[in-house]
Nanobody, 120 residues
Framework: HVQLGESGGGLVQPGGSLRLSCVASGNIFRIVAMSWYRQVPGEECELVASINAGHAINYADSVRGRFTISRSNAENTVYLQMNSLKPDDTAIYYC??????????????WGQGTQVTVSS
């Protein structure tokens, strides 16, 4: 099926920056969209940003103007550039892709998550 490999999380001070990367591999026929979600323990998972095959982009209000999502279609890769980070951005960040594995069969696939901690 489809595997997602994330990288780029870590510890950063408030006001700092991090860049997350996610590569999709496996039996991919066509990717519909790639997204980043985040979750704080005990809270619901939140959509951070998404980008579809036509590069239409959607951001959560809490990150608009600070985060930038981008995508390399040729490499099945999605990036999340996070600037002006705040302690409230601390969470586990998950990569998600909605992809077709054949002309008719599609699914939602998730990465293992990467921890982002914003603290002084």
């Amino acid at each position: 099926h489809v595997q997602l490999g994330e990288s780029g999380g870590g510890l950063v001070q408030p006001g700092g920056s991090l860049r997350l990367s996610c590569v999709a591999s496996g039996n991919i026929f066509r990717i519909v969209a790639m997204s980043w979600y985040r979750q704080v323990p005990g809270e619901e998972c939140e959509l951070v940003a998404s980008i579809n095959a036509g590069h239409a982009i959607n951001y959560a209000d809490s990150v608009r103007g600070r985060f930038t999502i981008s995508r390399s279609n040729a490499e099945n890769t999605v990036y999340l550039q996070m600037n002006s980070l705040k302690p409230d951005d601390t969470a586990i960040y998950y990569c998600n892709t909605r992809a077709y594995v054949s002309t008719l069969q599609w699914g939602d696939y998730w990465g293992q998550g990467t921890q982002v901690t914003v603290s002084s």
